[in-house]
């Protein structure tokens, strides 16, 4: 539908899964996509689909902890794309699927640093190339931070990954509210169960740590809790991403937007 015709976005995580959906789907929509990640050989493939596809797309190495790591990246940006009007904070990990007593404090610490940490640094980093532009836009600047259902609920054995994005949850209000005198609209995406790598490793943890419950079963089971009959799929976060980064969603900021199937409504 070409409506991110103009803009530059900038995708952490962006080589595959959610990240890489969202890259895609932003290049369809017209928009000049920067993708980082640590994957190099995945994410420079996701590029040259991208451009065989005929958008247009580049790749970083990029470490989202290191604060040196984000000059480079926003500089990139620039220099590659001449601005930047969309972040898109998608890098993350998940938690090691061990209780509170068992859990290292360097383990806790690792997933906060990706989770959260990494947040404020692409936030803090991007401000000045997102307001540089986002007067010419009717929705202005845009930065969706990607959080989870368990920013709203809780879940024994992840505890550092649901504080992490509890916390993405309020920073994105904070982030909103102090930016949107400069036109940058700031909003957070809830993926619930989702078809990813990362998914698919968490359950087949969760199984594990259930009696050996195979990963198969667990997805059965987990599939079972979700109102709309099934797990998500990336394109279906893809979607509310495209959709925040858009000026469609000009009047929307500090906004949490949650997609799970219904999985926390019941």
């Known amino acids: 539908m070409n409506r ?3 803009k530059v976005a900038l995708v952490t995580g962006g080589a595959r899964g959610l990240g890489g959906a969202t890259a895609k789907l932003m290049a369809a929509a017209g928009a000049k996509v920067l993708i980082t990640d640590l994957l190099d050989e995945v994410g420079a493939a996701t590029v040259a689909g991208i451009e065989k596809a005929g958008g247009k797309a580049a790749y970083l190495h990029h470490d989202v902890v290191d604060e040196a790591g984000w000059e480079k990246a926003v500089k990139f940006a620039a220099d590659t794309f001449g601005g930047l009007d969309i972040l898109v904070n998608n890098a993350g990990i998940a938690s090691d699927g061990k209780t509170l007593e068992e859990t290292t404090l360097e383990s806790w610490r690792r997933v906060i640093a990706v989770d959260l940490d990494s947040l404020f640094l692409g936030i803090k980093h991007a401000i000045p190339l997102l307001r540089a532009r986002a007067g010419q836009w009717p929705g202005g600047g845009s930065i969706i931070n990607i959080s989870s259902i368990m920013g709203f609920v809780g879940m024994p054995g992840a505890a550092s ?15 909103a509210l102090e930016l949107a005198p400069s ?7 809830h993926p619930g169960f989702t078809e990813t790598d990362m998914v698919k490793g968490a359950l ?6 259930s009696g050996g419950v195979g990963e198969n079963v667990m997805k ?7 109102p709309i009959g099934r797990m998500g799929v990336p394109i279906d976060i893809a979607n509310a991403v495209c959709f925040l980064a ?7 900021t500090g906004s949490e937007v949650v997609v799970d199937g219904g999985y926390i409504a019941q």
């Not at 990954?161 to 982030?175: C, D, E, F, P, S």
């Not at 059965?220 to 979700?226: K, N, P, S």
């Not at 858009?246 to 929307?252: I, N």
């Open 4 to 6: 991110l015709d103009g």
């Open 161 to 175: 990954y649901i504080a992490a994005k509890g916390g993405v949850r309020l920073l994105t209000k904070a982030a």
């Open 183 to 189: 036109k940058i609209r700031v909003n957070s995406v």
């Open 204 to 209: 087949k943890d969760l199984g594990a740590r």
């Open 220 to 226: 059965d089971m987990i599939t079972q809790r979700h």
């Open 246 to 252: 858009s000026d469609d969603s000009a009047f929307m």
